[in-house]
T-cell receptor, first 115, second 109 residues
Framework: GAGVSQSPSNKVTEKGKDVELRCDPI?????LYWYRQSLGQGLEFLIY????????KSGLPSDRFSAERTGGSVSTLTIQRTQQEDSAVYLC?????????????FGAGSRLTVL | GIQVEQSPPDLILQEGANSTLRCNFS?????LQWFHQNPWGQLINLFY???GTKQNGRLSATTVATERYSLLYISSSQTTDSGVYFC???????????FGTGTRLTIIP
């Protein structure tokens, strides 16, 4: 597509429920990133994909968080047994890292509220 | 990992003023990017600038890699420039970008 698409744009859930957030990167972008931004804060790195593999999962905050990418395209971030501290905007970005300038393009984000 | 610090944390200016935002990073980098996050939360890439100077309209950026800092200049500020400006740098040899804590810019009409 023309840009990075994320869904849902807004999700309100109850504590303890599982949620799935989806990212559809720009066509042809081999690298995909997930970041988290809490209210008024900076961006916290979660995970990075090159193709379908994740060379760097170091930012996932706990084993309740997991992510996968299939077909070198769409990625899903899953949060199990959500907690209130998981409330944040989850941002996805994609890039072409071998282009000589690894410029990230971000989606509009998925705002997650855990009640 | 790399540390990225930005200053000032907040800046309030009158429309038409000029401003300079600073980004310091702790290690050598081969990729330094500046982003603007508008009041609706959308992050837009402004510059990819591992070294040297680039200009785009009223905005320009300079990175002095040997001294581990980058500057973003905004001239003749407009209200649409309001938002948070982030710089980001990778851990060496790693594609993961580490973001600074940002500078919140407010332009008053």
């Amino acid at each position: 597509g023309a840009g990075v698409s994320q869904s849902p744009s807004n999700k309100v859930t109850e504590k303890g429920k599982d949620v799935e957030l989806r990212c559809d990167p720009i066509s042809g972008h081999t690298a995909l990133y997930w970041y988290r931004q809490s209210l008024g804060q900076g961006l916290e790195f979660l995970i990075y994909f090159q193709g379908n593999s994740a060379p760097d999962k170091s930012g996932l905050p706990s084993d309740r968080f997991s992510a996968e990418r299939t077909g070198g395209s769409v990625s899903t971030l899953t949060i199990q047994r959500t907690q209130q501290e998981d409330s944040a905007v989850y941002l996805c970005a994609s890039s072409v890292p071998n282009s000589g300038a690894n410029v990230l393009t971000f989606g509009a984000g998925s705002r997650l509220t855990v009640l | 990992g790399i540390q990225v610090e930005q200053s000032p944390p907040d800046l309030i200016l009158q429309e038409g003023a000029n401003s300079t935002l600073r980004c310091n990073f702790s290690d050598s980098v081969n990729n330094l990017q500046w982003f603007h996050q508008n009041p609706w939360g959308q992050l837009i890439n402004l510059f990819y600038i591992p070294s040297g100077t680039k200009q785009n309209g009223r905005l320009s950026a300079t990175t002095v890699a040997t001294e581990r800092y980058s500057l973003l200049y905004i001239s003749s500020s407009q209200t649409t420039d309001s938002g948070v400006y982030f710089c980001a740098a990778p851990n060496f040899g790693n594609e993961k970008l580490t973001f600074g804590t940002g500078t919140r810019l407010t332009i008053i009409p």
